[in-house]
């Protein structure tokens, strides 16, 4: 069966410190991957997502990059956090010719 | 383009009454509809989803939908609500002409149970 991990599950980072959180799928080849970010109190904002290995589309402008250097991993940066950065980071798949995207379980990121 | 509106940001129920959460969409072409649950500090749970099948969509946990084309409308029903049911509830859009079959969300429906 298909499952979808990401870790860390929690982290508090300094401001200006760099970021790696990571997401790998298991039990599928070749999904689409997506990173979301969940500010306190607002919804899920798409920041990247990739329909295959090293293709990376970005969303929206913001000091965070997304890489996939493997098929079923998808890995979130920074160089430098800032306080803007703090929120919960979800990774999601879709299977190959699918629609329906399946969650990870979140990071809880605290740029302090 | 398009997008999606959750009328109601929270709603309050009391347990073993019924649930509606409402939902209205705007989309270019027939869309792909979905309805998302999200416990705290949780991932996000599919409920329910459309595909231009049968326009009641039954889901987990006694939820269902009714998609109306008409009023571009697809809200969410239980007939009883459970304790376990306080979430936060996600109404998503899915535009499958678009690259990578991205989303669109809804701004979210708090769920209140009161016992």
């Known amino acids: 069966s298909q499952t979808i991990h990401q870790w860390p599950a929690t982290l508090v980072q300094p401001v200006g410190s760099p970021l790696s959180l990571e997401c790998t799928v298991e039990?599928?080849?070749?999904?689409?991957l997506y990173w979301y970010r969940q500010a306190a109190g607002r919804g899920l904002q798409l920041l990247f997502y990739?329909?295959?290995?090293?293709?990376i589309s970005s969303e929206v402008p913001q000091n965070l990059s997304a890489s996939r250097p493997q098929d079923r991993q998808f890995i979130l940066s920074s160089k430098k956090l800032l306080l803007s950065d703090s929120g919960f980071y979800l990774c999601?798949?879709?299977?190959?010719?699918?629609?329906?995207?399946?969650f990870g379980p979140g990071t809880r990121l605290l740029v302090l | 383009a398009q997008s999606v509106t959750q009328l109601d940001s929270h709603v309050s129920v009391s347990e073993g009454t019924p649930v509606l959460l409402r939902c209205n969409y705007s989309?270019?072409?027939?869309?792909?509809l979905f309805w998302y649950v999200q416990h705290p500090n949780k991932g996000l749970q599919l409920l329910l989803k459309?595909?231009?099948?049968?326009?009641l969509v039954k889901g987990i946990n006694g939820f269902e939908a009714e998609f109306k084309k008409s009023e571009t409308s697809f809200h969410l029903t239980k007939p009883s609500a459970h304790m376990s049911d306080a979430a936060e509830y996600f109404c998503?859009?899915?535009?499958?002409?678009?690259?990578?079959?991205?989303?669109?969300f809804g701004g979210g429906t708090r769920v209140l149970v009161k016992p």
């Open positions: 999601a798949w879709v299977p190959t010719y699918q629609e329906t995207q399946y």
């Open positions: 039990g599928t080849s070749n999904p689409n």
């Open positions: 990739s329909v295959g290995i090293g293709q």
């Open positions: 989309s270019s072409y027939s869309p792909s």
């Open positions: 459309y595909t231009s099948a049968a326009t």
């Open positions: 998503v859009v899915s535009d499958d002409r678009a690259a990578g079959n991205k989303l669109t």
